[in-house]
């Protein structure tokens, strides 16, 4: 399992050294002072594990001075407990046992980048063997003299990847592991292979404690010791507990546990009277309750003179976010005079997270989205709107009756009665449902397109403007942004902006799929297998334009195209490896045209559009040119 783009990496095994020299300089350069507390004593201490070496590679659990952790939650609030345990949020960050692993480590053997890995198990421990492919040859017994045999620690994610950590040597400093499972598929991949990043550059390396820790622990404090040239890190909670949403619960549990002393007449006295010394999110305004989810699902801003690192985030539920941690919003730049010295260090820093006109491209960003948003803006409109950790849907959390357009006629009312007239498309249709015309998937991340959380109205001027697609036309995949035009000027107020002429002959979606930048090819191509655009658009026609992205320089946007394929009628069950050499892919590319037949039925009524002549052959020609004319500048999107 290696590709083509190996020798633009540098050695794993000198990269794990490496690395333990990097965190030293970003001790340095942060210039984030030295901590006073020294690590637990003893392995009680540290979160989890038994054996003494191994648990203060973990980070340690902060002090009992505001946090209480989630387990003191649950006495009172079972219910709750159990449906937050459920949720992904409390699977952010675990540690590594039976319980948590979904990956495979069965002594299978992975090459990537000049190494080999093999994942395995030793009781209920999991464990990496990583050796150098070229000392390993050169061994009498095919095995790597120098080879490095380490416990992984970590593991985040539990729905669409796992992502794993290793100890770093230095202190409880957990470095990421550079292979990945993919849930779904139930296999390893190479992590950089699964996002949108240059291929042709060499990607630096994470390290959880100063990244990952901000949003995927509960309290957390990085606590680098520049000195001791360690890393000394602690949290109240692994993975987003209860104390991330109702702030710090000690004053709470210890108010509960005073009250449950008293003569009963006298507690329900104080039941009644006293403050419960906890926030419920769904009990603040619209902007606070809205900042809790945004502490973060937003693009934050951290000032060095807060000391988070040190001491963590001074953000807690119920505080005005802005206070603490701005959020970079590009269409209030001149509100942010901060951003600026920021953005001449790092120019590119803002096409990394959003379109051209400000608005977010990229998940975990949510509330971004949701803050440029008029419903939000001139009215109510918050997270818990729609959304719940408890009694929803742990996959997406929407609360529940929320995955229809109930989410927006509970404001909307009047809709209800008007929503044919209003949409032009049939009451139970795809068409119908209010998010997939004013929340497409926009966003891109974690190997899928995502719905973007600003709410709008689909607008042709806009997609000339930024490149963001717009939800006509991520739908009907057969038409042309012309078309998308002329229906909104008869629909709306909306006039026809001047279009050049290849919007008037070619599809808006093979145009971003074929001649667009990573993203917009990612999307485009994750759009040609949903099935609510292929109802509208029809199918059979996409295949071969989806097997020109077969052999894509970057190797997320092949993976989505693949998955799109196998969507379409006669290619299910087509075997492609996304991460294979060139050769490979070319071949795969050549039997997936090979095996595409011009449609016979539900063919596209304008089939030039789709770049087929009029018998159904395709247009070659066409199709080369705009391959030609792609948006190749590198481009990294993070997640």
Excluded at 40 to 52: E, K
Excluded at 224 to 251: K, Y
Excluded at 596 to 605: Q, S, V
Aim: charged fraction near 20%; charge should be neutral; glycine fraction near 6%.
């Amino acid at each position: 399992m290696h590709g083509d783009d190996q020798k633009h990496h540098t050695s794993t095994l000198r990269w794990i050294i490496a690395l333990a020299l990097v965190a030293i300089v970003l001790l340095v350069i942060n210039l984030l002072g030295t901590p006073e507390t020294d690590p637990p004593a003893t392995p009680a201490q540290a979160l989890g594990q038994v054996q003494p070496p191994y648990t203060t590679t973990l980070p340690y659990r902060r002090d009992v001075t505001e946090y209480t952790g989630s387990s003191s939650c649950r006495e009172c609030h079972e219910d709750e407990h159990e449906s937050w345990r459920s949720s992904h949020h409390s699977r952010m960050t675990q540690l590594i046992s039976p319980k948590t692993v979904q990956a495979a480590f069965d002594g299978q053997a992975h090459e990537f980048q000049g190494e080999r890995f093999t994942m395995h198990r030793r009781g209920e421990e999991y464990w990496a063997t990583i050796e150098s492919i070229d000392a390993a040859n050169a061994a009498p017994d095919g095995r790597d003299p120098g080879a490095l045999h380490m416990r992984m620690g970590m593991v985040t994610g539990s729905h669409h990847m796992q992502v794993f950590w290793l100890p770093g040597m230095m202190g409880n400093l957990q470095i990421g592991f550079p292979f990945s499972w993919l849930i779904e598929d139930q296999r390893w991949a190479p992590r950089n292979s699964l996002f949108i990043r240059d291929p042709y550059t060499v990607v630096s390396k994470e390290n959880w404690n100063m990244s990952c820790i901000r949003c995927h622990a509960t309290g957390p404090q990085p606590r680098p010791n520049e000195a001791a040239q360690r890393f000394e890190t602690r949290v109240a909670d692994l993975g987003i507990s209860c104390e991330a949403c109702h702030g710090p619960g000690r004053r709470h549990v210890d108010r509960q546990t005073r009250l449950t002393k008293l003569p009963e007449l006298e507690r329900q006295a104080a039941l009644d009277t006293e403050p419960l010394a906890i926030v419920q999110p769904t009990d603040l305004d619209h902007i606070r309750s809205t900042q809790v989810c945004g502490s973060c699902h937003g693009m934050k801003w951290f000032d060095k003179s807060e000391g988070w690192p040190e001491h963590g985030f001074r953000y807690r539920p119920g505080d005005d976010l802005e206070q603490t941690t701005p959020i970079i919003r590009p269409t209030q730049l001149d509100r942010q005079p901060w951003l600026k010295p920021v953005l001449e260090k790092n120019p590119n820093l803002l096409g990394d997270f959003f379109w051209p006109d400000g608005y977010i491209r990229v998940p975990g960003r949510e509330y971004n989205g949701l803050l440029e948003s008029p419903c939000h803006q001139r009215g109510t409109m918050s997270c818990v709107s729609c959304h719940s950790i408890h009694e929803s849907d742990p996959n997406d959390q929407l609360a529940k009756g929320m995955r229809g357009n109930k989410a927006c006629l509970q404001c909307h009312g009047d809709m209800a009665t008007e929503l044919t007239a209003h949409t032009r498309h049939a009451a139970d249709s795809p068409g119908s449902n209010c998010y997939n015309c004013h929340m497409p998937h926009t966003s891109y991340g974690l190997l899928s397109a995502i719905r973007g959380h600003t709410i709008e109205s689909p607008n042709v001027a806009t997609t000339l403007e930024t490149g963001r697609p717009n939800a006509c036309n991520l739908c009907h995949l057969d038409k042309t942004l012309d078309w998308t035009a002329e229906q909104l000027a008869k629909r709306t107020d909306q006039a026809k902006p001047d279009l050049p002429a290849q919007h008037r002959t070619t599809a808006a979606s093979v145009l971003w799929l074929l001649k667009g930048d990573a993203g917009q090819r990612a999307l485009a191509a994750w759009h040609m297998g949903w099935e609510p655009a292929l109802q509208a658009s029809g199918s059979a026609w996409q295949p071969p334009l989806l097997a020109e992205l077969l052999n894509d320089p970057y190797s997320a946007v092949r993976y989505v195209a693949h998955k799109a394929l196998v969507r379409q009628p006669g290619y299910r069950g087509f075997e492609y490896d996304f991460v294979a050499d060139e050769p490979k892919r070319l071949a795969k590319r050549e039997v997936a045209l090979a095996k595409w037949k011009p449609p016979t039925a539900d063919t596209p009524a304008n089939p030039a559009a789709v770049l087929l002549g009029a018998n159904g052959q395709r247009l070659t020609n066409r199709v080369q040119r705009l391959i030609e004319a792609r948006d190749n500048r590198p481009m990294r999107l993070r997640e």
